[in-house]
């Protein structure tokens, strides 16, 4: 299976207004709030005219509307040159999210150190996210030498201004004893901050250091209940995790309807063994059975709304002891996993911050 043991560069936060004065001020104000109501193209023409007036903070603003297409056309060159403006301009936002196109080549050459140069600029500022992403950069030795401790230091500095992405990096380098000593209890107190922020990575995490009794007491139920948070945020290791518990009824009744829908959530995220699973349940449930699983299974993928029982599953427990269902042997008990483990991830913040 597929585990979470690399770095995260993720951050979502509201917009703010910051301080020029002026039409300026204005225009960005009239922009956001014209954001806010969905109205994307007024958006576009008030910051236009800010951001034409040298306003870092439309320019900010530009450069996200034209990378996400809302208002305009999407075009990655486009938010890129928005992002420089106000990038050259010392918005620290606009000078990480620059960073972050560079490192994934978005609209600009791919280029490792160019995005190490405009994250430092950005976390010189005091910007979390911009600690984060160096802190992944050193960690992983892209455009920079590798180096595990100051990806720890800067996960610290970025996980105390209660950055999600940086408190589950931290967890995972606790975990695996990378630039610091070795400590599952840490590990899993850096996890549950980040997933009480409801980050589904750091939920999947927890739940595995619960279901290994890792740096903390193994707790079946607990492990299921966070592996659930995660599964209905789409996590399809989560998806695949809580699908053999339900399969087994390890930590919950057993229920192999929902067992199905789990994998067949998984399945096309390319998980280990998700089809594999899913094709073994699906000699085991009626046609009945099966019409519902597929319905659960298309209501987690399009809404994150996963039932704590199926009905079908349960009308037959009403008629026999469903715990004598047969069990298959190629669906094993989901067995211990490195909870310091994942992938690395970028992603642009659901909108911008002035960094006035």
Not at 5 to 31: E, K, W, Y
Not at 267 to 273: F, I, L, Q
Not at 328 to 356: D, L, M
């Amino acid at each position: 299976m597929k585990v979470w043991n690399q770095p995260i560069a993720i951050l979502a936060i509201a917009a703010l207004i910051g301080g020029n004065a002026g039409t300026v001020i204005a225009g960005v104000a009239d922009g956001i709030a014209a954001y806010d109501k969905e109205d994307y193209g007024k958006a576009v023409i008030e910051f236009k005219e800010a951001a034409h007036k040298a306003d870092k903070t439309a320019q900010n603003w530009l450069g996200f509307l034209y990378y996400w297409g809302k208002g305009v056309k999407k075009d990655l060159k486009e938010a890129a040159d928005w992002y420089r403006k106000a990038a050259d301009q010392g918005d620290a936002e606009a000078q990480w999210r620059l960073g972050l196109m560079y490192a994934e080549g978005e609209g600009i050459e791919k280029n490792a150190r160019e995005a190490v140069d405009w994250f430092r600029k950005a976390a010189d500022l005091g910007h979390a996210g911009a600690k984060n992403s160096l802190g992944v950069m050193y960690a992983k030795g892209e455009g920079i030498e590798k180096n595990a401790r100051e990806a720890v230091d800067l996960y610290r500095k970025a996980a105390d201004q209660k950055l999600a992405a940086a408190q589950f990096n931290l967890g995972m380098m606790y975990a695996k004893g990378e630039g610091i000593e070795k400590n599952a209890r840490k590990a899993v107190d850096w996890y549950r901050k980040a997933a009480q922020q409801g980050l589904a990575e750091a939920q999947f995490n927890l739940g595995v250091m619960y279901g290994n009794g890792e740096g903390i007491e193994k707790n079946a139920r607990e492990a299921v209940d966070w592996h659930r948070k995660a599964a209905e945020q789409g996590n399809a290791d989560a998806q695949v995790y809580l699908g053999r518990c339900y399969y087994h009824g390890i930590g919950v009744a057993r229920d192999k309807v929902l067992a199905y829908a789990l994998f067949n959530s998984a399945a096309p995220e390319g998980v280990e063994d998700s089809v594999q699973h899913r094709n073994v349940v699906e000699t085991e449930l009626s046609p009945q059975q099966l019409v519902e699983a597929q319905i659960i299974s298309s209501a987690l993928r399009e809404k994150g709304v996963l039932p704590k029982k199926s009905r079908t599953w349960m009308e037959i427990s009403e008629r026999s002891n469903a715990a004598k269902e047969p069990i298959s042997q190629a669906i094993q008990p989901q067995s211990a996993i490195n909870a310091g483990s994942g992938k690395a991830v970028y992603s642009a913040p659901s909108q911008p911050v002035s960094q006035r």
